[in-house]
């Protein structure tokens, strides 16, 4: 059971905008950033996401992140099929005094 | 290019230890904390361990604690993690993470190595 709750299985067309949720705390989101990280099959994560809306040099805008109380969203527009892809949010827990983790979002391009 | 390097993964029977290793170039290594962060077969990430810039400072996940141990030598750019009385559920692919900041949880995981495979099983 993971601290940060991400739905298991995201969809859409290519073209399509999709949203993934990312539901903690007071203890992690509410008061820390977040972060998303996408990992294609097979690979290492990577970053997408940090500081809850910043894409780092490389990432596509049509990319972004958003943070309200102890929810965070990563959109993806113009869908594409390489992004098709496991996604993870993550934020700085201040209870736990550690990085923790959502269970993972598997994003189908149909 | 920033490198991250991780090696020492393997077969170790429950109970065993096992020491894994990050070897990193392209960047100052002393300039930012690093973490470890595993994934089981076929499951999300998980949070290990985290060190400071310095390395002053450590930081495990409960799932760890008392049994899987941090360090940095930044004068070899190399991380380590000492993993002692390892059961069959640490059984996953280890991966080291640079972060963006000297400070754990203070930034995100920036860069990530390719991850080493410690399986744990009789």
């Known amino acids: 059971q993971s601290v940060l709750t991400q739905p298991p299985s995201a969809s859409g067309t290519p073209g399509q905008r999709v949203t993934i949720s990312c539901s903690g705390s007071?203890?992690?989101?509410?008061?820390?950033?977040v972060n998303w990280f996408q990992q294609l099959p097979g690979t290492a994560p990577k970053l997408l996401i940090y500081?809850?809306?910043q894409r780092p040099s490389g990432v596509p805008d049509r990319f972004s992140g958003s943070k309200s109380g102890t929810s965070a969203s990563l959109a993806i527009s113009g869908l594409q099929s390489e992004d098709e892809a496991d996604y993870y949010c993550?934020?700085?827990?201040?209870?736990?005094?550690?990085?923790?983790f959502g269970g993972g979002t598997k994003l189908t391009v149909l | 290019e920033v490198q991250l390097l991780e090696s020492g993964g393997g077969l170790v029977q429950p109970g065993g230890s096992l020491r894994l290793s990050c070897v990193v170039s392209?960047?100052?290594?002393?300039?930012?904390?690093m973490s470890w962060v595993r994934q089981a077969p076929g499951k999300g990430l998980e949070w290990v361990s985290g060190?400071?810039?310095?390395?002053?400072?450590?930081y495990y996940a409960d799932s760890v604690k008392g049994r899987f141990t941090i360090s940095r030598d930044n004068s070899k750019n190399t991380l380590s993690l000492q993993m002692n009385s390892l059961r069959a559920e640490d059984t996953a692919v280890y991966y080291c993470?640079?972060?963006?900041?000297?400070?754990?949880?203070?930034?995100?995981?920036?860069?990530w190595g390719q991850g080493t495979l410690v399986t744990v099983s009789s």
């Open positions: 392209g960047f100052t290594f002393s300039s930012y904390a």
């Open positions: 007071s203890s992690n989101i509410g008061r820390n950033i």
């Open positions: 500081s809850t809306n």
């Open positions: 993550a934020a700085w827990d201040d209870n736990l005094n550690g990085w923790v």
């Open positions: 060190i400071s810039g310095g390395g002053g400072s450590t």
């Open positions: 993470a640079k972060d963006r900041s000297p400070i754990v949880g203070a930034s995100t995981f920036e860069s």
